[in-house]
């Protein structure tokens, strides 16, 4: 089983700016006093901010941007306690930052395929570096799709930056308010037949989203990655709290659970159960 990974620090973070997004999100973006280097598109930290209110246990984020070493966006739906606490940061106010934590996307290739990449609301966090990342290694833009479903457009976060990345963008919402009227799945099936070749999936969202994401990507014999939003209790693999199930034909054999914080959050849908 995996261990944590040797590149996490605990740092006091500081918090530059707040941009609300969307109908109930926000881009928080710190700058570390420790630089991180480059960090891989779909790796995670865990966050707190420091006062009495926030929830003790911090809440694990996706890395949002990286703009330069030492400074990190997050993109936070506002939900609970925790996600309630840090939108209530102040520019200059210090939060509490674990990670880079879990493995991230893997690594991409310029191979010829076309890469789907399909998020659903806040599942949009990890796809903006991971396209960056795409691009970086000379996977053609024309070959990349970002597929992007939520309930109304108050739902699609920062959509003009993901449009400004200079790929194919799908905004697909349930009641037609912006992009394609249906939900992610049917915006994919719309998609096939226009001379794809060769396409991955790769998806984060909603867990019955990317059921249906992987079940179309097996209908059509694409292959298929997930990013997965457990549960998480310390983000380091000691508390078992994030456990997922996994296939026993999949890479784990008879182990019937993976750790999402250590051997994921990004696994081959092969791979795990949904
Ligand atoms: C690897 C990873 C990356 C993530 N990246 C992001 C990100 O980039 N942006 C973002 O906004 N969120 C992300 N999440 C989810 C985020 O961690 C939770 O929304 C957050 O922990 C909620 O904390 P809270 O204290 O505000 O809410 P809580 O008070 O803990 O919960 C409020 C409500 O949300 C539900 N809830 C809490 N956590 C989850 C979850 N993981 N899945 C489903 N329902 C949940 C609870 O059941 C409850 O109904 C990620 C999760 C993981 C595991
Ligand atoms: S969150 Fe504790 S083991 Fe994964």
């Known amino acids: 089983m995996a261990a944590p ?8 973070a500081t918090v ?7 109908d109930d999100a926000f881009v928080l973006e710190v700058t570390l006093p420790e630089a991180l280097g480059p960090l891989r598109a779909g790796r995670f ?4 901010r420091e006062d009495d209110l926030s929830p003790a246990i911090p809440r694990p984020f996706s890395v949002y941007r990286q703009a330069a070493d030492d400074r990190v966006d997050f993109l936070i739906k506002t939900l609970g306690r925790g996600t309630q606490a840090l939108a209530n940061t102040r520019v200059g106010e210090k939060v509490q930052l674990t990670g880079p934590l879990g493995n991230g996307w893997p690594v991409w290739e310029a191979d010829g395929s076309a890469k789907w990449f399909v998020g659903g609301g806040i599942g949009a966090a990890p796809f903006f570096m991971a396209i960056q990342q795409a691009i970086g290694v000379g996977v053609e833009p024309g070959k990349i799709t970002f597929v992007y479903g939520g309930r109304t457009m108050g739902f699609l976060y920062d959509l003009d930056l993901f ?7 799908v905004a697909a919402t349930d009641d037609g308010s912006e992009g394609f009227h249906g939900n992610v799945v049917q915006a994919c099936e719309s998609m096939l ?3 794809e070749g060769a396409v991955q999936v790769f998806t984060c969202g909603p867990d019955p989203m990317m059921k249906a994401v992987v079940a179309f990507a097996d209908r059509n014999e694409f292959q298929s990655w ?5 549960y998480m209790g ?3 693999g000691i508390c078992n709290g994030c456990a997922v199930g996994t296939k026993e034909e999949g890479p784990y054999g008879d182990w019937p659970v993976a750790k999402c914080c250590v051997d994921g959050p990004v696994f081959a849908s092969s791979a795990v159960q949904l």
């Open 5 to 12: 990974p040797s590149d996490t620090q605990v740092q006091r």
């Open 16 to 22: 530059q700016s707040i941009r609300p997004v969307g």
């Open 45 to 48: 930290f865990m966050l707190k």
């Open 163 to 169: 449009r400004e990345l200079g790929v194919k963008v």
């Open 193 to 195: 037949g226009e001379g």
């Open 226 to 230: 997930v990013s997965l939003e457990s």
């Open 234 to 236: 310390c983000g380091v």
